[in-house]
């Protein structure tokens, strides 16, 4: 996932419904093929998501639409602390094709790094570690990530640890 302070391709999302009772209320960021929003569950008070949402001007590319299908194949068969989650995907009327998937509260380690510079040697395997971690688990599917960055790693309170590492945008990943 790219966070942007672009503003969104579209917002005639805002309010679509999504998944299993999930409303899209907020642009997160655009990447190379559409945009990432956020939606709050319309059951459960508090539970957020993710809805990576295809760019309308690709729906007639046969070629990207079987990318877009393939990320969501490739993240469903991982299962991973280390890496991001798969709720399901499916399409809106209008041919866009969606992934839902947990919106997870942190930053990216990228901006991390930028915010601290030199981080300490213990934060630094801890981090590490659990990037490798998830992409043995990847990698034992197998799939190759093949856009592995600072940027598609998020950084977050999860799982007991202060610094969770979750591996995300599997956009340009291999079998």
């Given at each position: 996932m790219v966070t942007s302070h672009q503003p969104p391709r579209s917002n005639d999302l805002f309010g679509r419904k999504v998944g299993a009772g999930y409303r899209i209320d907020s642009h997160?960021?655009?990447g190379g093929m559409g945009a990432v929003?956020?939606?709050?569950?319309t059951l459960i008070s508090g539970h957020r998501a993710?809805?990576?949402v295809m760019a309308a001007e690709f729906t007639n590319n046969g070629d990207l639409i079987q990318r877009f299908l393939e990320e969501a194949k490739l993240s469903a068969s991982i299962d991973d602390p280390n890496v991001i989650d798969f709720w399901g995907a499916d399409t809106f009327e209008d041919g866009r094709l969606y992934i839902l998937m947990p919106l997870i509260a942190g930053r990216s380690?990228?901006?991390l790094c930028r915010e601290m510079g030199p981080?300490?040697?213990e934060l630094t395997a801890s981090i590490l570690l659990q990037i490798c971690s998830g992409l043995d688990a990847v990698h034992a599917i197998p799939i190759v990530h093949r856009d592995m960055n600072t940027s598609n790693v998020l950084i977050s309170q999860r799982r007991g640890l202060r610094d969770h590492a979750t591996i995300l945008d599997f956009g340009i990943a291999k079998l």
């Open positions: 997160i960021g655009d929003y956020g939606a709050s569950s993710a809805v990576k380690l990228e901006s981080m300490p040697i």
